[in-house]
């Protein structure tokens, strides 16, 4: 960066005066105030976005700021630095296609670095710089997202010819291939995860780096959520082996992306679980009531937008302190979880894995684990029982 720039930033940082970012409520509550001062002075510093880009430029520039500062509050709050480095990577990727440069993201965090060390020093603000001065070094460093469909992936080249069958708008072609998969004898399982998630991921990516429309993203999604509502007729109603276990399965308030908790629901079923499917922004008192009433052995609560794990760990304490609910087990998944394997711990779940059949084999085994424990725990108080016995007789 040139002394000009350092210094402006410098001179910014003395200005602004009375934004808190110490700890997790205020900076949560201060990201507004803070979004629209730093790209205030991103604008003066860089007068050239204005000619590039006008007035919708800098709404939307505040707005990519805002988002900006909820990842890093949550990659601070749950002192996870993986979720804000990988943010910053796929920003770089979304930003190019608008033709904004790395440097054009590191001035911005820049910007937000000098504020937070005008701060008083605490552990909130140590923190936080060094999540930032990891984000800026990812600037640096490529952003390419290889494609989620390759030949040699279980189903790949399957894979790819629904997705362009979609992005051809050919429903009844993409309908077609599915029915081709299941008359050749491919699992319902399989075509979930190596068809349908796979091409919603590459749907995700195309939408990213501008390659299609927001349009198209919904197309390819509706079509998608239909051809798995087509394949119901499979299996919904089969004789299926019965395991006993009831799962209950919700996406964390504000969390619109449900198909692949919905995916999870239904592989769960398919094993023979009772499942109920609560779907989108469900509310606290909600999911409490129906982990209740639903008699829940599994809690499997998702959220792929990383500013809701702070909400989904309020939830799993909601539930925790309810002792009605204890005999829940809590299950969480989602992009988040998937950037830093070790989140589930820190938000106090009892486990997390990455893709529903993965978590059908999570759920068993934690499942035998708590017969295991009950099992031992009533041995020991049989044991103390019959010691005590002895002693009174003796
Ligand atoms: C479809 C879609 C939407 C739809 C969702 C519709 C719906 N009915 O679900 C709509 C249009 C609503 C949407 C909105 C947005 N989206 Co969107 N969306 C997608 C897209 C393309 C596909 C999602 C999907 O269907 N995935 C397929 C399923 C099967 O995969 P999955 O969710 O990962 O689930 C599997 C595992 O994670 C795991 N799992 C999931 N939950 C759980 C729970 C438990 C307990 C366990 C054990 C496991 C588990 O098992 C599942 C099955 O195997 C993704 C791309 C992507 N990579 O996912 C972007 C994506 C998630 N969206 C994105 C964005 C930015 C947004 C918006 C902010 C866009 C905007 N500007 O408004 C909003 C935010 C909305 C919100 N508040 O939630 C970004 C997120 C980027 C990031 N770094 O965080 C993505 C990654 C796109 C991209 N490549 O840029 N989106």
Redesign the pocket.
Known sequence: MDQERTTAIFAFSKRVVGVTVRNEQTLLGDIDRLAAQVTEEHYRIQPDLFERYGKPGFEKSRRDTVYTLQYLAESVQMDSPSLFV??IG?LKQ?LSGYGLTDADIRLKLELVLRCVRAERRDEWTDRMVRILEMGILRTSEPAETPSFIAREHRLGPDARLYLDALLRSDRMEAYALIDGLIERGESIRDIY?YV??AS??E???L??TQRISVAD??YC?AIT?SAMSRLYQHWIGDERPSRGGVLLSACVG????????R??TDVFEMEGWDTHYLG?NTDEEQLLEEVLRRGADIV???A???FHVHIMKKLISVLRTDERAAKAII?????PF?VDPSLWRKIGADG?????AK?LQ?ADRLMAARVQGAERKAREREEAAAEGGHELGS
């Open positions: 990988h943010y796929w979304l995860q349908f998630q919603q991921y749907v995700g990516l939408w990213q993203e919904h999604t959520q504000g969390e619109l992306h449900e198909i692949g908790l995916m999870l989108a499997a609560l998702s792929t937008m990383t299950l969480v998944g989602g992009l998937n997390y894995a990455p893709d529903a978590a999570e």
